[in-house]
């Protein structure tokens, strides 16, 4: 069956340092990925897209990677801020598909 | 650019009754809208898509009508949720599709709340 996993534990992280986190997926295969923040009770918002032919995007702060033979896609902030804490969502579109699938989320605290 | 927004933010009503939820792309057409719901600390949950003009597509499982879907422009889908019930109890949340393609840009989401 088709999944999206995201880590379900929160990460804690000190402010300054990276955070780095993971979207893995089974039985898809995407044409691209999103990355979408969402802050409690507010709807998510996007941030970056990368495509099945990019290994890398960069945006500010913030970094994708796309290994469509690990099936996997990273998403790291750097020197991160306490304003960066959220949920961070990875959404996946397929080939030729309408939808967007999205994974569960991973609960980013930064701590001063 | 790409700004979704979501009438009422929140909304309390007795079971039975009907409540009307609106999301409007406010500066761009929206082809596609989609109208999500999420339980605390869970996914979004897609229950069905919405193109303009056209009837929305439900996602199995999720009951037409009870959640009446309406897109009757390019900038305005409205969700129905007819003889609410407890259960129905959630955050509701609507995107459209932006200029690109892939991108989907949310509204901020309703809470409803049903008594």
């Known amino acids: 069956s088709q999944k999206i996993e995201q880590n379900s534990e929160a990460l804690n992280i000190q402010e300054g340092k990276t955070a780095t986190l993971t979207c893995n997926y089974t039985n898809y295969s995407p044409a691209y990925l999103q990355w979408y923040r969402q802050d409690p009770g507010r709807g998510p918002v996007f941030l970056l897209l990368?495509?099945?032919?990019?290994k890398e995007k960069r945006k500010e702060r913030l970094k994708v990677t796309f290994d469509t033979t690990l099936k996997q896609s990273l998403f790291h902030i750097t020197a991160s801020q306490p304003a960066d804490s959220a949920t961070y969502l990875c959404a996946l579109g397929e080939t030729g598909g309408f939808k967007t699938i999205f994974g569960a989320g991973t609960r980013l605290f930064v701590k001063a | 650019g790409a700004v979704v927004s979501q009438h009422p933010s929140w909304v309390i009503c007795k079971s039975g009754t009907s409540v009307k939820i609106e999301c409007r792309s406010l500066d761009f057409q929206a082809t596609t809208m989609f109208w999500y719901r999420q339980f605390p600390k869970q996914s979004l949950m897609l229950m069905a898509t919405s193109n303009e003009g056209s009837k929305a597509t439900y996602e199995q499982g999720v009951e037409k009508d009870k959640f009446l879907i309406n897109h009757a422009s390019l900038t305005l889908s409205t969700l129905t949720v007819t003889s609410a019930h407890p259960e129905d109890s959630s955050f509701y949340i609507c995107?459209?599709?932006?200029?690109?393609?892939?991108?989907?840009?949310f509204g901020p989401g309703t809470r409803l709340l049903v008594l």
């Open positions: 995107s459209a599709r932006g200029p690109f393609k892939e991108t989907q840009y």
């Open positions: 990368i495509r099945e032919n990019e």
